[in-house]
């Protein structure tokens, strides 16, 4: 494992063994405080000490912290080993400060939000935690799984966070109010809560099955993530699927062949993150597009790769696209026929389109090369 592979624990280590554990302790004192105001309010004597009270509002402003922070730290490594950060260069210093100034100003609204007394300072500080964990959260580079936003391990730190935020922001008002509207709001919103975070300890699991470590990244980007199967790591010798799928390669490397026009991927859809280079090749009678060495894209179901007459589609009909087959792989150099009869200048953009859920991955508009 390398720097970054560990850095990439740190998330997952802090849910474990301190994010987690508090959960249990804060919904422990949870039903002993309920427990011992419904006892009390019976004008009976409670064994549950009075303790619990203070107890689980304090643990409670841990478990804010600590649920805050390890999301910060989740958004951080993204955008550091995936997003801007990745391949640095000096125009991009601009954002880069700017992201820098937003981390820092989320952690501060966080600690003066501790510190509010009144209303209105903790609706100012706690509106601007959450703003700036939405912001970073929508960086290039951090994984949102937007094509299945409904088991999204992202999208449930999102809400746990702003949950979490809410919950800080109302506590002087709960002890306050005598009509329990607020503790009632408190309850139902933290039930809420824990289906979340009962929804992020199998979301995370699953998402870290997924993930590989970074020396296994370029053996993985041989696969066919279509067909699901991948070279044989002992003999070196590929599957009957692989040998089929790459015959349509073969002629751009025992061929000379021409390259008609190029351009580069741009991603469409924020966290899709799509790049490389596209070229249209004629090989001999046939004319191909070839996506090169650099291509990368974001994992996805029934991903499909076209050509349209659009560089940012606004809708897929027979009338202004062409199907050139399923992504044959989410990395690297791969070549597509282009059905005969097509004229590619008709339709001079290559698309990378989620189909399942309708979502553009990115796209490259095509240039003449003279």
Not at 133 to 156: A, K
Not at 165 to 193: G, M, Q
Not at 225 to 254: F, H, M, R
Request: charged share 20%.
């Amino acid at each position: 494992m390398n720097a970054k592979d560990i850095a990439g624990l740190i998330h997952p280590a802090l849910a474990v063994v301190v994010v987690f554990p508090i959960i249990g302790i804060v919904v422990n004192l949870a039903w002993q405080t309920r427990q011992r105001r419904l006892q009390t309010a019976d004008k009976s004597k409670s064994k549950i000490p009075p303790v619990v009270g203070p107890e689980h509002r304090k643990i409670g402003n841990w478990l804010t912290g600590s649920v805050v922070g390890i999301t910060l730290v989740a958004i951080a490594y993204s955008i550091y080993f995936k997003g801007i950060f990745k391949d640095f260069k000096s125009e991009n210093m601009t954002i880069a400060i700017l992201i820098v100034t937003i981390f820092i100003a989320t952690v501060a609204s966080l600690v003066f939000l501790y510190q509010a007394k009144t209303k209105l300072w903790r609706g100012i500080f706690a509106t601007l935690t959450g703003a700036g964990i939405v912001i970073l959260g929508f960086q290039d580079g951090v994984y949102r799984r937007d094509f299945e936003w409904q088991v999204s391990h992202f999208y449930y730190g999102l809400i746990a966070s702003i949950l979490m935020i809410f919950s800080l922001a109302i506590v002087p008002e709960i002890y306050k109010d005598r009509t329990h509207k607020w503790r009632k709001i408190h309850t139902a919103l933290n039930c809420l809560a824990i289906l979340v975070f009962l929804g992020q300890g199998i979301t995370g699991s699953r998402d870290l099955l997924e993930i590989s470590l970074s020396w296994q990244e370029k053996h993985l980007s041989k696969c066919d993530w279509g067909k699901q199967v991948c070279p044989d790591s002992q003999s070196q010798t590929l599957s009957p699927e692989i040998i089929v799928a790459s015959i349509s390669n073969y002629p751009t490397l025992a061929q000379a062949n021409t390259v008609l026009a190029s351009g580069e991927f741009v991603t469409i859809t924020p966290g899709e993150d799509t790049e490389g280079t596209a070229e249209i090749i004629q090989v001999g009678s046939k004319t191909q597009v070839r996506l090169a060495e650099n291509f990368s894209a974001i994992e996805g179901p029934a991903v499909k790769l076209l050509l349209h007459k659009e560089n940012r589609p606004g809708s897929y009909t027979a009338e202004n696209y062409v199907r050139l087959g399923d992504l044959k792989s989410f990395t690297g150099e791969q070549v597509y026929d282009i059905p005969e009869g097509i004229n590619w200048q008709d339709y001079p953009n290559v698309v990378v389109w989620c189909e399942k859920f309708d979502v553009t991955f990115g796209s490259a508009k095509l240039a003449l090369l003279n």
